[in-house]
């Protein structure tokens, strides 16, 4: 965040006309409170963190503080039936999983008994009176502190699994390490970049922006996260 902490880094659209801004600065403290739960949690480096959300504001939270906790993330489409969630999750031996109550009940619950794996489920509308065995993200973020010390990675640690559609077979789970990540990002920096330029389109003389129209359980979408984010460029979703 050195030097563009007040910057724009997030503005969420809801489907109701509502939306959240996150600058930089409360992005980072947000990202390093989920960090902090993760970690108090018992959740640590190279541990699988599914995440099962619609495009809402905890999602991207989540995706950004898993990475800098060093955990292994797993995204899920939210639309997935029962079925496809506990396939990919036995596969991947997830650790905790980032979820929405609605979500949670209806498709996690009724088979969560056979995941022996699965200590902690994190429910991002979690408040008041909440199903057994989970916990509020909102609290849990709240009691933790919003400074936190990154976890040391090396270039081919894992940092994403990613799983195939599962059309043909079994879906496969396809491994992303942290040097395909940043490898990514800056390639669609520089594709962006290149394109404007063939294209005669000026350099911009405020904020960049990039609008994330990819969900983030599809690669494109995670690396057009990535690539704002290291470039300082203001996302909308």
Known sequence: TKGRGDKLALRWLGKDGSSRDFTYAKLARQTNRFANALRAAGVGKGDIVFIFAGRVPGLYIARLGALKNGSVVSPLFSVFGPEPVKTRMERGEAKAIVTTRHLYEKKVAPWRSELPSLSHVFLIDGEGDLPEGTTGLKAAMAAASDQFEIERTQPEDMALLHFTSGTTG???????????????????LLTGRAVARAAGTPAPTTQPGTLVSYPLFHIAGLNALYGAVLTGAKIAT
């Open 170 to 188: 079994r879906p496969k789970g396809a491994v992303h390490s942290h040097r395909n990540h940043v490898t990514n990002a800056l390639n669609v």
